[in-house]
DNA sequence: CCCTGATTCGC
DNA sequence: GCGAATCAGG
């Protein structure tokens, strides 16, 4: 493509519309940016707020930093004078201590008027059938570390699991909620009686179905057993 | 990484 | 004159 007035036309246009060099290149069509740019600075477009050069002091100093051009030219390179540096002397004014806005509750202050800080109980949304309590989504454990990445082991009898419910204890009559993480020692499943109907126990079968919010008013799912943080 | 404009330099 | 390559900052 070559630069008709029209193109140049347009292309001036937008530049000095504040359109970028993409936009004007991808609307012109058949240029790249850098085509864009360049014929903008031949035209004498530039001077453009760039997000590149948003502070410029009036002083140029070193305009070729790294340009290794072998140039053949003998001529005698007077030594740089020392760049007048204006080096800007930074008002130290002194680093204040930062001073965190540390919000102590007075307790000589009025006497907590309004609600006290409600203990952390997960709020009950609903009653689920077999009379298992239903969580609100994030009403679990609020910290969320993941589970560290870990070898599975086979899981071997070993005296650490003598009384908890393993993997071939389960049945439809038992909760196989899991407690811990696979691989782990300890790993063994809740055990407790199921709900009738489910496949946990009454305490767990409200954490494994959460209360059905209006859409809109959702946040992100509950972690599940496995992958989130451990369960015990 | 993505984006931006600026600059250089071989064509 | 052109624009890819490169630089440099956000």
Redesign the pocket.
């Known amino acids: ?3 008709t007035d029209e193109r140049i036309e347009k292309l001036t246009k937008m530049w000095e519309g504040g359109s ?4 004007i290149a991808d609307e012109l069509g058949g ?5 864009v ?6 035209l004498g477009l ?3 707020p ?6 410029e002091k009036p002083a140029r100093p070193a ?5 290794p ?1 072998p140039e053949v030219t003998a001529a005698p390179e007077p030594a740089p004078a020392p760049a007048p540096r204006v080096e800007a002397p930074v008002a130290r004014a002194a680093a204040p201590a930062p001073q965190p806005p540390v919000q102590r509750a007075e307790p000589s202050s009025v006497p907590a008027a309004d609600a006290p800080a409600a203990p952390p109980q997960p709020r009950i949304v609903s009653v689920g059938p077999g009379g298992f309590l239903r969580q609100g989504p994030g009403d679990q454990q609020q910290p969320i570390p993941p589970a560290p990445p870990r070898r599975l082991v086979p899981a071997k009898p070993s005296p650490e699991i003598a009384g908890k419910t393993s993997l071939l204890d389960l049945s439809d009559r038992i909760c196989r909620w899991p407690m811990g993480h696979p691989g782990e020692p300890d790993f063994h499943f809740c055990g407790d009686k199921v709900n009738p109907g489910f496949p946990y126990c009454v305490e767990h079968c409200g954490r494994a179905y959460q209360a059905q919010l209006p859409r809109g008013a959702r946040r992100a799912p509950p972690p599940l057993p496995f992958g989130g943080p451990r369960v015990r």
Request: positive net charge; glycine residues 4%.
């Open positions: 493509m070559s630069w970028t060099a993409s936009q240029v790249s940016r850098n085509a740019i360049g014929k903008a600075h031949r530039k001077a453009r760039s997000p590149v050069k948003a502070n305009p070729a930093p790294k340009k051009k």
